[in-house]
């Protein structure tokens, strides 16, 4: 069965620091994968997706994500966090094939000024 | 687009009421998804519709729980009787296709006590 495990449940980054956010997946085939965000009060949005071809996307807002089909993860990556990237992200996959889109547990992103 | 529209945006009920949940999915979108967010189980996909027809509903809890959508502008997810245990924010989201990004609506956060 498909799962998707998020291992942080909450980051702390200063403004202006690096994040990666990761993601660990489960799927017997080749998955296609997405990151969104969910803002307080708010529904989610997506960022980026991965479908096949270049490993590496690029997603709205200055983010981007590597599939690892190795590793079996899909980490997402900003270079320079903004304090309106706090957020809950949630990590999702869904079979190439149809299916659900089972999501991860999310990972809370809190940025010090 | 006016993007995907949940009504209400809060609704407190008490036990054993009736509470009813609304929903209009962006108009063209094939797909329409009910997803139940809550901090113990994170997100979770109730019942799925492709042009109207419920296609998955193993998610939807047990018989308190249906879900309707008599055209392709509207859906309605229908709790009778609610239990202070369906307390959550309930989720509406859409696609083009199944393999698309879902669109999420703002989500309706339920309370019963």
């Not at chain 1, 980051?11 to 080749?30: D, K, M, P, Q, W």
């Not at chain 2, 945006?9 to 949940?21: C, D, F, K, N, Y």
């Not at chain 2, 997803?35 to 799925?48: A, C, D, K, S, V």
Request: proline letters at 6%.
């Amino acid at each position: 069965a498909q799962s998707v495990t998020q291992p942080d449940i909450h980051i702390t980054v200063s403004e202006g620091a690096s994040l990666e956010l990761r993601c660990n997946y489960s799927y017997g085939a080749t998955p296609y994968l997405f990151w969104y965000v969910q803002s307080p009060g708010q529904g989610l949005q997506l960022l980026l997706k991965y479908f096949s071809g270049d490993t590496l996307v690029q997603g709205i807002k200055g983010f981007e994500a590597e599939f690892k089909r190795s590793q079996s993860s899909f980490n997402l990556r900003k270079p320079s966090v903004h304090w309106s990237d706090a957020a809950e992200y949630f990590c999702a996959v869904k079979g190439n094939q149809g299916g659900k889109l089972i999501f991860g547990q999310g990972t809370e992103l809190s940025v010090k000024p | 687009d006016a993007g995907v529209i949940q009504s209400p945006r809060h609704e407190v009920t008490e036990m054993g009421q009736e509470v009813t949940l609304r929903c209009k999915p962006i108009s063209g979108h094939d797909y329409l998804f009910w997803y139940r967010q809550t901090m113990m189980r994170g997100l979770e996909l109730l019942i799925y519709f492709n042009n109207n027809v419920p296609i998955d509903d193993s998610g939807m809890p047990e018989d308190r729980f249906s879900a309707k959508m008599p055209n392709a502008s509207f859906s309605t997810l229908k709790i009778q009787p609610s239990e202070p245990r369906d307390s959550a924010v309930y989720f509406c989201a859409s696609s083009l296709i199944l393999d698309s990004p879902l669109h999420f609506g703002n989500g309706t956060r339920l309370t019963v006590t």
